[in-house]
């Protein structure tokens, strides 16, 4: 349901700290570096702020460069040259400007820097190094340090699986008005985990999120109105979050968007509808959305009838592992609907869906 995650030049051209002039403590105006490179994160920030996949690498490393020469004491600035740096993945200068801001106890170079070392970049892979940097960014109450020191938590990835500390550390970030972890501790209220099972308050914190536009939340609002889980059951509430979340591209959204009018629920029946969302989610490789796509083409409901299109949608959930699509597909290579006549296919797909089945249920 969710997911979170908030570096260089090289030889000699490498910025030295300790070959460059001593300058002063106090933090320096707002430059060039920071309009190109600042994070919108950073409550130290002297601008709006960049949002990463924003930064223009071209003109955010020069002008980084730049301000860090004259301003060599600046964890500010050096933290945005770190970003520049990454930008343009050169993962190895990124780390050295993070951890130089980091050591220094700045929030979001500590936070940035683990997020390298959970990914090996620019370093070896290392998840207990990831967590400790994590940490020491979480305790000065960065918000996305504690999601990702919470998501360590749950899922038990450089640190002991602990469902209560990642309660803790999700609501610190949902406290904050952070719609990523609002989202994550709702799920953890709706399963029990950490905490009491608590489908009123799973609600209420899904809200919060999804009123901020968080796709994965409005999904969650969805999945409570459709089953009335903490939420009276109104189908129409269900479809209104479901198409929210749809159109920003959340393909579970989508499928289920689908479902909905497949089956007339919340909204006028209408298969042909039904099929263009199955098909915004198949094509972002959501396997239950090609099993119902093929069932569409097979049957040809709210599509035109086309075996070879059902069998190829089949091929690619069944692939994923989905059971349905794997029997189906299988049933079109014994009777040669769409594919050509073919029993040890056959054979194949229908002991794969047994197996898949079987897994399931285990």
């Not at 300058?23 to 990463?52: H, I």
């Not at 959340?250 to 209408?270: C, E, P, R, S």
């Not at 592992?321 to 290579?333: E, R, V, W």
Request: aromatic share 10%; with cysteine; glycine share 10%.
């Amino acid at each position: 349901m969710r997911a979170i995650a908030i570096v260089g030049l090289t030889g000699a051209a490498l910025l030295s700290l300790s070959t460059l002039p001593a300058r002063s403590q106090s933090e320096p105006p707002v430059t060039s570096c920071d309009t190109y490179a600042a994070s919108d994160q950073d409550p130290q920030r002297k601008t709006d702020g960049v949002p990463f996949e924003k930064i223009n690498a071209t003109l955010a490393i020069p002008a980084c460069e730049n301000a860090v020469r004259q301003y060599p004491n600046s964890n500010r600035l050096i933290f945005q040259l770190g970003r520049a740096y990454e930008k343009k993945m050169d993962f190895h200068s990124a780390l050295v400007q993070y951890r130089t801001a980091a050591e220094q106890g700045y929030a979001p170079a500590q936070n940035n820097l683990g997020g390298l070392y959970e990914d090996g970049r620019g370093v070896g892979k290392d998840a207990t190094q990831a967590i400790a940097w994590y940490r020491k960014a979480a305790e000065q109450d960065f918000a996305s340090a504690q999601i990702n020191l919470g998501l360590g938590y749950e899922r038990g990835v450089g640190v002991t699986q602990d469902y209560s500390e990642a309660v803790t550390w999700y609501r610190k970030a949902a406290e904050q008005g952070v719609p990523a972890a609002q989202d994550s501790l709702g799920y953890l209220y709706s399963k029990g985990l950490g905490i009491q099972i608590d489908e009123a308050q799973a609600a209420a914190w899904f809200r919060k999120a999804a009123e901020q536009g968080y796709a994965g939340a409005q999904y969650n609002m969805g999945i409570m109105y459709e089953n009335g889980h903490g939420v009276p059951k109104e189908e129409k509430e269900a479809v209104a979050w479901y198409r929210k979340a749809a159109e920003q591209g959340h393909a579970t959204a989508q499928f289920n968007l689908g479902i909905m009018y497949a089956n007339g629920q919340g909204v006028a029946k209408d298969e042909a509808q039904a099929v263009v969302w199955y098909r915004k989610a198949a094509e972002q490789g959501n396997a239950a959305a090609q099993s119902y796509l093929g069932l569409a083409h097979e049957g040809g409901r709210g599509v035109a009838k086309d075996e070879a299109q059902a069998a190829a949608w089949y091929r690619k959930a069944a692939e994923q592992g989905n059971a349905a699509a794997q029997s189906n597909l299988g049933s079109m290579y014994a009777s040669g609907r769409g594919v050509t006549k073919d029993e040890a296919q056959a054979a194949v797909w229908y002991r794969k869906a047994a197996e898949q089945r079987e897994r399931e249920l285990r």
